[in-house]
């Protein structure tokens, strides 16, 4: 009887004592982490508009014509031949090179950032991490996330630059066939 007595109490103190550890929510906090949710929740719809597979589809088609791309860059081309082939070369060599080398790690930061921020919300919402602290994961996040807003906004542009110039393949590929027909 005085053991149970006993245990009861014990669970009784530590009940209060666990639930005295709280710390208060912060509202205004969790209303700011709710935005930032938001704002990445959005980067990662406007993310998820990148294909990776068609990219690197593209990347196989552009890798076969690159040799006789750079045998045309050593002759003299007429004006419009030249921007043709010049802006195609470099949407090819330059966006989509940092889209494929970029697109996993940007990925993986959007995703790990979206959880951390929604673990960071939900624990500040139900007070548990203390007062100073909570402003500082806060602040780190969201420079995280402006990081994140920077990178997905540029590898966006290169996915759109590298979408705008791939219709000229077709020129392109004609251009470099009529080419190699006259040099053989």
């Known amino acids: 009887m005085t053991v149970r007595v006993l245990l009861l109490a014990t669970s009784a103190l530590l009940v209060l004592a666990l639930g005295g550890c709280q710390r208060d ?3 205004a906090l969790v209303s700011e982490l709710d935005s930032l949710i938001v704002h990445l929740d959005s980067l990662e719809a406007a993310f998820a508009a990148i294909d990776p597979a068609e990219h690197q589809h593209m990347d ?4 076969g014509q690159v040799v006789a791309l750079q045998q ?3 002759d003299t081309l007429q004006q419009d031949t030249a ?4 802006n195609y070369y470099r949407a090819m060599t330059k966006s989509q090179r940092r889209l494929l080398g970029e697109y996993g790690r940007v990925r993986t930061a ?3 950032s979206l959880k951390k921020v929604r673990d960071l919300r939900r624990d500040v919402d139900r007070g548990l ?3 100073p602290d909570r402003r500082l994961y806060a602040d780190q996040e969201k420079k995280i996330g402006e990081e994140l807003d920077r990178q997905v906004t540029v590898l966006l542009n290169s996915h ?4 705008r110039h791939w219709p000229d393949r077709e020129a392109v590929e004609a251009i470099l066939t009529a080419r190699s027909d006259t040099l053989h």
Not at 60 to 63: D, I
Not at 83 to 86: E, F, S, T, V, Y
Not at 160 to 163: E, G, M, N, S
């Open 160 to 163: 759109a630059t590298v979408l």
């Open 110 to 112: 959007l995703d790990s």
């Open 72 to 74: 045309a860059f050593m």
């Open 83 to 86: 921007l043709l082939l010049g």
């Open 25 to 27: 929510s912060d509202p």
């Open 129 to 131: 991490i203390p007062l």
């Open 60 to 63: 196989s088609v552009f890798q």
